[in-house]
């Protein structure tokens, strides 16, 4: 089981910046890949970037090279920053694992909105 505390999300003015946090209950070395989705109303859950427990990274193609995610093994910690935000980010941000036995576990969710 993992669980997660969020933080981060928020009101922002378009081309602002935001930076989410999701740290872990579990040492991250057991987990293969940590990430972030968004679901945005009336929409389905979309992947905004994971990074692997070797650094490798992940990001939707709409949003590579302006949401950099990292991770702190030290702190259970991974981070999203997300730079020029757009009115079409306003959602619901999900951090979300998966073990190396394939088990994917979410957070709660933690709201971004994004005001033109």
């Known amino acids: 089981q993992v669980q997660f505390v969020e933080s981060g999300g928020g009101l922002v003015q378009s081309g602002g910046s935001l930076r989410l946090s999701c740290a872990a209950s579990?040492?991250?070395?057991?987990?293969?890949?940590m990430g972030w989705y968004r679901q945005a109303p009336g929409k389905q859950r979309e992947l905004v970037a994971e990074?692997?427990?070797?650094?490798?990274?992940y990001y939707a193609d709409s949003l590579k090279g302006r949401f950099p995610i990292s991770r702190d093994n030290a702190k259970n910690t991974v981070y999203l920053q997300m730079n020029s935000l757009k009115p079409e980010g306003t959602a619901v941000y999900y951090c979300?694992?998966?073990?190396?036995?394939?088990?994917?576990?979410w957070g709660q969710g933690t709201q971004v909105t994004v005001s033109s």
């Open positions: 979300t694992a998966v073990l190396v036995d394939a088990r994917r576990y």
């Open positions: 579990r040492s991250i070395f057991n987990i293969y890949t």
């Open positions: 990074i692997t427990s070797d650094g490798t990274t």
